[in-house]
């Protein structure tokens, strides 16, 4: 005959494990440091001469893009209007406006791309810095917090239970009285 060390009603609540709980708590507070967006705090010094680094590449990427097109051996006359422009300083939207129609619309469209380009190598950019700045976050704080969170649901979960269990036992035994 086998003992048991606790003993059990046949109709007692079913128990949450507190470990898978806790376990699950942990996980969720290790996925959660990536899900927290970077904080004020953390966009401390380091960060913003990152995210400057980031905005001279992308203005590096730009200004070779440019240089592209006034090395271009293929000259048009939108190239040649796009750096003649550029080099007046004068390649705003008012200026570009006062062109004639076909080559103002391939005008905007030339200057369009070229700020869609420096977007998304900023873009590119400051999203690894974001990812490499949650990276460095303290694992054992989100995994800690988690992990206590895990074991107090756990813990309410139970006591509710067992909380139900012994009302619905005591009213049964009333209604039998």
Known sequence: MALDAIQ??????????YIKASATGALAGYALKYFVPVTYQEKDENYNDALKQNQLDADAKKAASIEQIRQSKNKTELTDTFIRLYDSKKLNPEDIKKLKVPLRDNLLDMVKKLDETWKESFAIGKKNLNAV???IRPTGVFVGVGLVIGFIAALV?????????YNAQYHEDAESD
């Open 133 to 135: 700045t949650k990276r």
């Open 157 to 165: 979960t139970n006591v509710i239970r067992r909380i139900d269990f």
């Open 8 to 17: 059990k009603t046949p109709n007692s609540p079913n128990q949450v494990s």
